[in-house]
Nanobody
Framework: QVQLVESGGGLVQAGGSLRLSCAAS????????MGWYRQAPGKERELVAR???????NYADSVKGRFTISRDNAKNTVYLQMNNLKPEDTAVYYC???????????WGQGTQVTVSS
């Protein structure tokens, strides 16, 4: 069972920044990808950013140029740097990990991000 420990959410004013962290309990040898999804009230969960451990990244159009996903292999941790935050970024953000060998997907508990106008 993979454990994902998220941190870094909070309340910020529009235009501000936050950095989310997600630490995985397994080594990178068994990770295909890690990413961040978000779910706002009354909306479906959507992909925000994802990093493939072969090197590529992809982002939702709504966050391109504002958010950056990165990883620290030594710490089995993925980060989401969020700049120029907007009220529409308000949501619960969930970390996701997809394992390489079994393709099983795991989720973190979620962290609230609230952007005030």
């Amino acid at each position: 069972q993979v454990q994902l420990v998220e941190s870094g959410g909070g309340l910020v004013q529009a235009g501000g920044s936050l950095r989310l962290s997600c630490a995985a309990s397994i080594g990178i040898f068994d990770i295909k990808s890690m990413g961040w999804y978000r779910q706002a009230p009354g909306k479906e969960r959507e992909l925000v950013a994802r990093i493939i451990f072969g090197g590529s990244t992809n982002y939702a159009d709504s966050v391109k140029g504002r958010f950056t996903i990165s990883r620290d292999n030594a710490k089995n941790t993925v980060y989401l740097q969020m700049n120029n935050l907007k009220p529409e970024d308000t949501a619960v953000y969930y970390c996701n990990l997809e394992r390489l060998l079994t393709m099983i997907s795991s989720w973190g508990q979620g962290t609230q991000v609230t952007v005030s106008s």
